[in-house]
């Protein structure tokens, strides 16, 4: 599954986490921590939409 940040419109991956970030493959987007920020603009989980 995939989730796009609706700010910026970049994209978390769940097949391919964040290992740079200590995000391992796999993780899935509600497994992440309440702490997550978008890569790019850093607004929080609550600004990320799931990728149809």
Same mark, same amino acid.
């Given at each position: 599954m995939k989730y796009v940040c609706? !700010? %910026?419109g970049w994209i978390y991956d769940?097949? @391919? =986490? $964040?290992? @740079? #970030?200590?995000i391992p493959a796999g993780t899935k987007f509600e497994d992440l921590g309440d702490d997550f920020a978008c890569e $790019? %603009?850093? !607004? =929080?989980k609550e600004n990320f939409s #799931?990728? @149809?």
């Open positions: 609706d !700010v %910026c769940e097949a @391919e =986490g $964040l290992p @740079e #970030k200590g $790019l %603009c850093g !607004v =929080g #799931k990728v @149809e």
